[in-house]
């Protein structure tokens, strides 16, 4: 009799490894335009060339900082043709803090798009306003107002009814034959562009929040610049 051994042979499952996923990118966003502002400091203020540690010409300082939207996108969200205001005060030389500060959305921005203007204008979405959010010491909230913005040359000007009417008019060197361009400063701390054109105020009026300055001399302080600034959208 011959005998059949039967033979079981172990089977082993192989594991397959599931593929390596990389991890989805925050959304983004980027705003490119132009932009001006006018302060209380005298022709020329001494803040930017101080990098922020000279006192202001009249101990403290005035500042609106307005912004033209070119082109614009928060995540999907576009921003086009839309403008805002960083209106605000500092007790004594910038680089000391302290400051207060407060944002005017233009009115013709829905909901969500104020949120955005809110998140990047504060520096709470990254960008070049976070890292000058930490002199801000006060706060003092967002309205939204219609903000008419005009640019000609070098001239600048915005007026949001009630609150703010400024203009100002580059300075161009000595001798220049129209269409004159301006002097500028380069490689500065400016938030809005390192290179920054110089300019005079004609007018600035501002009355907002608590925050209150008239002058019309001319002898005040004024920039003007393309900006182009990007970071991750956040959601507030």
């Known amino acids: 009799m011959v005998t059949v051994r039967r033979t079981t042979k172990k089977v082993t499952a192989t594991k397959t490894k599931a ?6 990118a925050a959304p ?3 705003l490119s335009g132009d932009y001006f502002e006018t302060c209380s400091c005298t022709y020329l203020c001494p803040c930017v060339p101080t990098n922020l540690a000279g006192q202001p010409t009249k101990g403290h300082c005035y500042f609106a900082f307005v912004f033209h939207i070119e082109q614009g996108r928060y995540g999907d969200l576009k921003l086009d043709g839309l403008n805002f205001a960083i209106l605000g005060q500092s007790p004594g030389a910038m ?17 969500e798009q104020q949120q955005a203007l809110t998140a990047i204008a504060s520096g709470q979405a990254g960008g070049p306003m976070a890292a000058v959010a930490s ?12 903000i ?13 009814p009630e ?8 300075v161009a060197p000595m001798g220049s034959q129209p269409p004159a361009e301006p002097m500028y400063l380069d490689n500065t701390p400016h938030p809005a562009n390192k290179r920054l054109a110089l300019a ?3 007018r600035s009026h501002l009355h907002a929040f608590e925050l209150n300055w008239d002058d019309a001399s001319g002898r005040n302080n004024g920039h003007f610049a393309p900006f182009n600034w990007q970071g991750t959208v956040v959601r507030v």
């Open 19 to 24: 593929p390596k996923t990389k991890p989805e």
């Open 28 to 30: 983004t966003w980027r």
């Open 95 to 111: 680089a000391e803090g302290n400051w207060s500060v407060g944002l005017i959305t233009d009115e013709r921005a829905r909901a």
């Open 135 to 146: 002199l801000i010491g006060r706060f003092l909230g967002v309205q939204a107002q219609p």
């Open 148 to 160: 008419r913005y005009q640019k000609a040359g070098m001239t600048r000007s915005v007026s949001i």
């Open 163 to 170: 609150i703010l009417d400024q203009a100002i008019e580059g």
């Open 200 to 202: 005079r105020a004609v």
